[in-house]
């Protein structure tokens, strides 16, 4: 069974940083393509930023430049470095995993498995 935890959510100021990090337990090749999800209230679930297991990323227009997605295979880890973040950016953050595709020349992650979200807020 495969499990996601993520960590590192918190309240920042606009213009600041902070990184998220989800660990898996129980990974299996089926699920090894994994990204990070957001909803904010009141608002659909977005796609933020996916990997794939060859290192293939996909990141939302809104979030280009500002947010980096990496894996850490050896450590069962992936992560979201966030910058310049922006009050917009406040919602629930979630990783998963699942297969990627390539849906017109763009990484798409059909995800399988959720963690249960880390907050991020970003105050004015």
């Known amino acids: 069974e495969v499990q996601l935890v993520e960590s590192g959510g918190g309240s920042v100021q606009a213009g600041g940083s902070l990184r998220l990090s989800c660990t898996v337990s129980?990974?299996?090749?089926?699920?090894?393509?994994m990204g990070w999800y957001r909803q904010a209230p009141g608002s659909e679930c977005e796609s933020v930023s996916t990997i794939s297991r060859d290192g293939a990323t996909f990141y939302t227009d809104s979030v280009k430049g500002r947010f980096t997605i990496s894996r850490d295979d050896t450590k069962n880890t992936l992560y979201l470095q966030m910058r310049f973040l922006e009050p917009e950016d406040t919602a629930m953050y979630y990783c998963a995993t699942g297969k990627c595709s390539d849906v017109g020349g763009v990484v798409h992650l059909t995800p399988s498995t959720w963690g249960q979200g880390t907050q991020v807020t970003v105050s004015s």
């Open positions: 129980g990974f299996t090749h089926d699920e090894a393509d």
